[in-house]
């Protein structure tokens, strides 16, 4: 049988927790710009070795790119369409 204990977690555990996430989330951005300015290149280079007259690569670099500029939005925090006011709630609303 399992005692859960009832445990208080001190705001400096979580704001520790929230940076160790926030870090977490920058660096996965930066992975996933990284392989995009390698890959791409090497993309264009295919298609331009197999097919040069269809540039289809556009596609990629197009749609990928886009996934990276979100994923960066959201690594930093940037949100121009909503702002993160409304998860967290206001005292004013209630």
């Given amino acids: 049988m399992e005692i859960m ?11 520790f927790q929230n940076a160790k996430e926030k870090v977490r989330s920058i660096k996965s951005f930066y992975i996933n710009l990284s392989l995009y300015c390698i890959l791409i290149p090497v993309i264009i280079g295919i298609n331009l070795q197999y097919v040069p007259e269809y540039h289809w690569f556009w596609f990629s670099m197009i749609g990928w790119g886009t996934g990276v500029i979100f994923h960066g939005l959201s690594a930093f925090d940037v949100n121009p369409f909503m702002q993160n006011n409304w998860e ?6 209630l």
């Fill in 88 to 93: 967290k709630g206001s005292s004013n609303n």
């Fill in 5 to 15: 204990l009832n445990k208080s977690i001190s705001t400096s555990e979580i704001q």
